[in-house]
């Protein structure tokens, strides 16, 4: 059985740093794709990073894209987000996602880990 | 970037009405769209993809369509547990966006 299980969020002050971690089981973690997705509270869905099976390939949102690092440790199953330079506008719950193949969408998703970033 | 337009945004229906939810790229995407379920308190559930493909487990009264920039999702007949919001996303290109969802509430 497939489970994801994000962890690291927290409370933040603008400007700071957090790292979130993905612990994977249930499937060949180097075979799939992984994503970040985030839900600010009462909004909609927001893509935020997608990494290959490998490591070796990276994709980010504008909205993030030079404040966050996608990566993944093979060996330990486990997807990171290291966050830098938080805004306020990044206060959301953070989702792990397994794409299904190589096509870019997620069929395994897991419970989210929170980050509020406040003063 | 692809912006994804839903509609509606929300709507009121009874147990046993066919539902039908509209998702509209600004750019043709083919067949590269993909319909979620999610309910309150939990994370999304993925329901279609490649436009009309069900996913494994998933029951066969949704049904989805279209391709290039026009797609909709349909509930042939709206269960109580089918009561959620709706989103649909593009698998074209990246950056990978969502559309803004469609919440369904019992009337």
């Known amino acids: 059985e497939v489970h994801l299980l994000e962890s690291g969020g927290g409370l933040v002050q603008p400007g700071g740093s957090l790292r979130l971690s993905c612990a994977a089981s249930g499937f060949t973690f180097s075979s799939y794709a992984m994503s970040w997705v985030r839900q600010a509270p009462g909004k909609g869905l927001e893509w935020v990073s997608v990494i290959s099976g490998s490591g070796g390939r990276t994709n980010y949102a504008d909205s993030v894209k030079g404040r966050f690092t996608i990566s993944r440790d093979n060996s330990k199953n486990t997807l990171y987000l290291q966050m830098n330079s938080l805004r306020a506008e990044d206060t959301a719950l953070y989702y792990c996602?397994?794409?299904?193949?190589?096509?870019?969408?997620?069929?395994?998703w897991g419970r989210g880990t929170l980050v509020t970033v406040s003063s | 970037d692809i912006q994804m337009t839903q509609s509606p945004s929300s709507l009121s229906a009874s147990v046993g009405d066919r539902v039908t939810i509209t998702c509209r790229a600004s750019?043709?995407?083919?067949?590269?769209l993909n319909w979620y379920q999610q309910k309150p308190g939990k994370a999304p559930n993925l329901l279609i993809y490649?436009?009309?493909t069900l996913q494994s487990g998933v029951p066969s009264r949704f049904t989805g369509s279209g391709s290039a920039t026009d797609f909709t999702l349909t509930i042939s007949s709206l269960q109580p547990e089918d009561f959620a919001t709706y989103y649909c996303q593009q698998s074209y290109t990246t950056p990978l966006t969502f559309g803004g969802g469609t919440k369904v509430e019992i009337k």
């Open positions: 996602a397994k794409d299904r193949s190589t096509n870019w969408f997620f069929d395994f």
């Open positions: 490649a436009a009309s």
């Open positions: 750019q043709t995407i083919a067949s590269s």
